[in-house]
């Protein structure tokens, strides 16, 4: 939501005490009053959605659902053209804000395994934008045991085409139990990288992170797992996303933590060069 200046606001009020006085004295019907300043907010609202500053990667529909065609015949991804003609016909409006994106969300179902074949799927999305420079992936990452799913729950995981605006640089808090808030983008977040690559690109090095992805598996050498918590064997990830400073590659990364560690993720926070989208529509 665009912000109110203090000036507006002084504004507001000053013609709100007027009307006031205007109204008890007789000059003015309440209802004439009440639509003023209706009209008055309504004027001074649009003034601030219109001095907010532009995303300069913005792109239309048809470039996103051109884009969209593409990677379903190159990579097989199944939908047919008369989901992408739905998906084209229901698009939002493009959001108000520099960080503010509308991506596209495509997810597979292909039974337990739907969040993580879907997670691989943007890979491959990915390395077909990027070409050779494709994805680096860190150790932890290269290994097939390990467990996805969504921290709003996988039922949230529906097959199809839809559409999402995430604020690419927002604010995430976790709730008083330690959850992440279903707010925090998972595939939302990969779609960003390969259907904004000159965003990635022109943001090196800015790891963007998946929080709304859990992720699981048991540490990859056995003397880390003497190093662990005891009971805390089988370990929760963040994931992030970002594009390396050198080379222009997706870099896949995670960072361990423990379930209930509050402080990690505030100093992880706290850490320059980090962001974390957020699903605002």
């Not at 074949?117 to 077909?128: K, P, Q």
């Not at 990969?190 to 090095?205: D, R, S, V």
Request: charged fraction near 25%; proline fraction near 5%; hydrophobic fraction near 40%.
């Amino acid at each position: 939501m665009p912000e109110i200046t203090k000036e507006q606001l002084d504004l507001i009020r000053t013609r709100c005490s007027w009307l006031l006085t205007a109204v008890r004295q007789g000059q003015v019907s309440p209802e004439l009053a009440l639509k003023g300043l209706e009209e008055l907010i309504g004027a001074e609202a649009l003034k601030a959605r219109q001095t907010l500053p532009k995303n300069p990667y913005r792109i239309s529909v048809k470039a996103a659902i051109t884009q969209l065609r593409r990677m379903n015949k190159t990579l097989n991804l199944g939908f047919s053209e008369d989901e992408v003609i739905e998906l084209e016909d229901t698009a939002p409006a493009w959001p108000d804000g520099k960080y503010m994106f509308r991506v596209m969300r495509p997810r597979l179902d292909t039974g337990d395994n739907k969040v993580l074949d879907t997670f691989n799927m943007h890979l491959a999305c990915i390395d077909n934008v990027r070409g050779l420079s494709g994805v680096w992936k860190k150790k932890d990452l290269r290994r097939t045991d390990f467990k996805l799913s969504l921290a709003g729950g996988d039922a949230t995981h529906t097959r199809g085409l839809s559409w999402a605006i995430i604020n690419a640089h927002g604010r995430l808090r976790l709730t008083a139990e330690n959850k992440i808030p279903p707010e925090a983008a998972a595939d939302e977040a990969l779609a960003l990288a390969w259907q904004f690559p000159k965003y990635m690109t022109e943001n090196a090095g800015l790891r963007h992170w998946l929080m709304g992805y859990q992720m699981s598996q048991r540490p990859f050498e056995e003397s880390d797992l003497a190093a662990r918590e005891p009971g805390n064997e089988e370990q929760q990830h963040f994931l992030a996303v970002s594009v390396g400073k050198v080379g222009q590659q997706i870099r896949l990364n995670n960072e361990w933590t423990y379930p209930g560690k509050r402080e990690q993720y505030k100093a992880l926070r706290s850490e320059a060069g980090q962001c974390f989208p957020v699903i605002a529509g």
